[in-house]
């Protein structure tokens, strides 16, 4: 526990009070000296209602009247400017909670919130050296050690530690957001990296690019810790890897399934729609029924994730597509659906045949067993056994841009439908850290039908996940671009440097309107540095964040500095493109 209090006893005020609103408070400066070293985002200290009671502020603004700036002649001359002595300098600071050095028989505490409204005239304090280390330890020290969450250091005081409460971090949602190159992964990483020092952590991590695949135990890379999985590519259906991952079509539900296949412009789209529907019914039925799973045919549904034979569901709408009746007259007429699913056929085929989609169409056949779901799902919904790290990377850099919505809504839906179905009693916390979060959960003005599919499955993680134990960790260099009803649902947020104005404007709406000023340092964060607020922390803070010790391969290019050092590779270019044409990277993971 800290063995030191803040006490201003032997040090002048910096001002006193001059005015108050509900959030913000106004400070008369008299010592003209001390404020020059007064910076946005230092803290004040004001007096509280007791001795011993300080309310504590974060400076937004520094302000000196333009007054001052008038030169002695000019201003005598002027009967209508300021005279030197009525020069005023103010300081702006918003109210963040409330510090006390003795608190009955306890030691010295601070939690968020005023408890007092600051009275006019009170003195007000610069928290500096061995004031700043003091306050600085009780917030270290206020959260209890196997919560705590270790991020970085904190930037007014590089000797104090910022640490989170990683319960309250993970348990209502959180968003790490930055423009690229700001220290996105590496932030990531490191949360990982905390979390793996864990007995029995559970971070299943959705890589768009591969670039976590550093994080893999394994690897080339002597750090690595993590799980890894991969969505099978092209390259990786005659002779799947370890570590590559099939999701079967029959994990999709109704919605899913058709926002792959159906044309909603074509004048057939409903009846296209409908008889799909009925068909896959009957042919999960006819699979239960051959599999004899009475319990789960009473109460299965379309939606339902079952087996069924997708050859002999073509060969049926095939059959409708080109089926004769006998009319009244009795003449053979055109049936019901003849001619009307030609179209919808042609495009389930072409997807069936198309290598790029094998990792939903051409799986194992091992994937069709009735328990292979059972087996993913204790794969990836486990913590640590047999030496098997808890944090899992899956791998999505080569599924197609046109389904990607689609797959990763499929894998994030059915890992969350497990958890939700599973006895209260039995669950264990789950987080799901959505890298590039802003390709596949956009504002749902601009989303298409395969992005709604997957905008319906997280929002609705976003406003129910806390209860079931499953949690969002949305990453995103486009704050502006993600759906505001994901990022609305989070209550911390690891915000590092943003440049554009939108995406400024998109954290700003998210944060409460008393943190708005200290958003707009976000322009000129440093690479690393990030603006840290929400439940999980006690004092919102500008933080320079730890490296990882395992790297992801998303470090920033060295232009200059490699075009004079180092010649390109022509067996590599080579590579590459025979890489391109076999539609896989030949990523192969080594014992």
Aim: charged share 25%; hydrophobic share 40%; net charge negative.
């Amino acid at each position: 526990m800290p063995t030191t209090v803040m006490s201003f006893e032997s040090s002048e005020p910096i001002g006193r009070v001059m005015s108050v609103d509900t959030m913000r408070v106004f400070i008369h400066v008299d010592d003209h000296e001390l404020l020059k070293k007064v910076m946005v985002g230092n803290l004040i200290a004001i007096q509280g209602a007791t001795g011993h009671q300080f309310l504590i502020s974060i400076v937004e603004r520094v302000t000196r009247l333009p007054s001052d700036s008038l030169g002695v002649s000019e201003a005598s001359d002027d009967d209508t400017a300021p005279q030197p002595e009525e020069v005023q300098d103010t300081i702006r600071a918003v109210l963040v909670g409330t510090y006390r050095s003795k608190d009955g028989d306890a030691c010295p505490s601070f939690k968020r919130g005023a408890d007092s409204c600051p009275q006019i005239d009170q003195p007000c304090h610069l928290i500096q050296g061995v004031n700043l280390t003091a306050f600085m330890g009780v917030l270290s020290q206020d959260v209890p050690s196997e919560k705590a969450l270790r991020l970085g250091h904190f930037a007014i005081d590089p000797t104090a530690q910022a640490v989170a409460d990683g319960d309250r971090f993970f348990q209502r949602h959180a968003a790490i957001l930055g423009s690229t190159g700001s220290g996105k992964s590496y932030t990531v990483a490191s949360l990982l990296e905390r979390a793996n020092t864990l007995s029995h952590p559970n971070i299943i991590l959705l890589d768009m690019h591969g670039e976590y695949a550093s994080l893999a135990k394994g690897n080339d890379y002597p750090n690595g810790y993590a799980q890894y999985f991969k969505i099978a590519g092209p390259g990786d259906l005659a002779k799947p890897k370890p570590h590559s991952l099939f999701l079967p079509y029959w994990l999709l539900n109704r919605e899913e399934m058709l926002s792959m296949l159906l044309d909603r412009s074509d004048d057939n789209a409903p009846n296209q729609a409908m008889r799909f529907t009925s068909l896959v019914l009957e042919k999960k039925r006819e699979a239960l029924e051959r599999s004899k799973l009475d319990e789960v045919l009473a109460s299965f549904t379309v939606d339902s994730p079952v087996y069924y034979d997708l050859e002999a569901l073509v060969k049926s709408l095939r059959e409708d597509d080109q089926a004769m009746v006998v009319g009244s007259s009795g003449r053979d007429k055109q049936g019901q659906w003849h001619g009307k699913l030609t179209r919808f056929i042609s495009r389930l085929e072409a997807k069936i045949k198309d290598r790029r989609y094998g990792f939903l169409f051409q799986s194992p056949e091992a994937t069709s067993a009735y328990d292979w779901l059972q087996e993913i799902a204790v794969r990836f919904l486990s913590t640590t056994k047999d030496e098997q790290s808890g944090i899992k990377v899956v791998d999505f850099s080569e599924v197609p841009a046109d389904v990607l919505p689609t797959i990763i809504s499929v894998f994030a839906r059915v890992l969350y439908d497990v958890q939700f179905w599973m006895r209260s009693e039995s669950r264990t916390p789950v987080c799901l850290v959505c890298d590039e979060a802003h390709l596949y959960l956009p504002i749902r003005s601009d989303a298409d039908a395969a992005s709604k599919r997957a905008l319906d499955t997280f929002e609705r993680i976003a406003k129910e996940g806390r209860k079931y134990g499953f949690a969002l960790l949305v990453v995103s260099q486009r704050p502006s671009d993600v759906s505001k009803t994901i990022l609305s649902q989070c209550n911390n947020f690891i915000a590092l440097r943003l440049t554009n104005e939108q995406d400024q404007s998109a954290v700003k709406s998210v944060m409460p309107d008393s943190m708005a000023g200290i958003a707009d340092i976000l322009p000129l964060l440093d690479i690393g540095e990030a603006i840290v607020l929400g439940d999980s922390i006690l004092l919102p803070s500008r933080i320079k964040l730890d490296k990882p010790t395992a790297r992801p391969l998303s470090l920033t290019k060295n232009f200059w500095r490699e075009w004079t050092e180092k010649c390109s590779d022509s067996d590599a270019i080579r590579a590459a493109v025979e890489n391109l044409r076999r539609q896989s990277k030949g990523t192969e993971l080594k014992k």
